[in-house]
């Protein structure tokens, strides 16, 4: 179990995170919050890269900082943009970080292979990644995330620049590597969660919101959701969550307190709880 207790990093006077308590088992857990708000604050801490101002981050209730390289052992990571070089092939690149990482040799060249499967580069394998797309560029960070088959799998906005196909493709990897592992997934982007996640973390003002299922935190909306006509004469119809298109014309998705007039409710997805608590556009 990876846990974090009453965890604060500062950065002279600015308050990055405050007091957060987490505890991490086996499954997939989306950190989902605004731009600036302390996800990659956390991962870092989570990695090793960075250290609380006061607080402890405990691996089977021993400190990270004691166990040192026997966590990192443990511990994959894909930050929001990793090094490469560009002449390598994604075979070159696993064999050089498998020999940073003293992957026993004996084992590297079946566990490469058994990786670029797993992300579907095995054809791409030996073409050099300066001509890799964004996708094909984060599938050889996840597979280097995996090289020494990490108990606990830190990425951070994976999907980041990703095309509809390649955020499908991603979130299938992440669905099944979760079910013998502990993977924190941080993004803004709700949709890539929304359909892997065991649980929510949300953050705001830099102070843990919750952690909870999708399904726990969409009942923070229940019955508050609603679909208006765009035409609807309402003057002051609530908060404005999104708009579609229908065959009757554009309709607006709303949070009110009290039924709007023309309004069907509708059960909120975590879209409209993301944008509901982040409505006053305050970071965090």
């Not at 990192?72 to 990482?101: E, S, V």
């Not at 084992?107 to 964004?134: C, N, P, T, W, Y």
């Amino acid at each position: 179990m990876l846990s974090v207790n009453h965890v604060t990093k500062k950065y002279g006077k600015f308050i990055a995170l405050e007091n957060i308590t987490l505890e991490f088992e086996n499954g997939v857990y989306g950190l989902l919050a605004p731009n600036g708000a302390g996800k990659t604050t956390l991962m870092k801490m989570l990695a090793t890269l960075l250290f609380p101002t006061s607080g402890e981050i405990l691996w089977d209730g021993i400190k990270i900082t004691e166990l040192g390289e026997q966590y990192r052992d443990i511990l994959g990571y894909l930050p929001q943009k990793f090094g490469y070089y560009k002449n390598n092939t994604p075979r070159q690149f696993l064999r050089y970080l498998a020999a940073l990482k003293y992957i026993d040799v004996k084992v590297v060249e079946e566990k490469i292979e058994q990786l670029l499967e797993m992300v579907s580069l095995h054809e791409e394998a030996d073409k050099k990644m300066r001509k890799f797309s964004g996708g094909m560029l984060q599938r050889v960070g996840i597979a280097q995330a995996m090289l020494n088959d990490p108990r606990v799998l830190i990425l951070d906005e994976p999907t980041a620049g990703l095309d509809p196909k390649e955020r499908v493709r991603f979130r299938n990897i992440i669905h099944n590597l979760a079910k013998d592992r502990i993977v924190i997934l941080s993004t803004h982007i709700v949709s890539d969660i929304e359909t892997i996640a065991n649980q929510i973390v949300m953050l705001r003002q830099h102070k843990l919101l919750c952690c909870e299922s999708p399904k726990e935190v969409c009942k923070r909306l229940e019955g508050k959701v609603y679909e208006v006509p765009a035409e609807s004469e309402n003057k002051e119809i609530g908060f404005l969550l999104s708009e579609r298109q229908s065959e009757n014309g554009t309709v607006l998705r709303v949070a009110c307190e009290e039924p709007p007039k023309d309004g069907v409710l509708v059960a909120p997805n975590l879209e409209d709880v993301f944008l509901y608590i982040y409505r006053d556009g305050m970071e965090g």
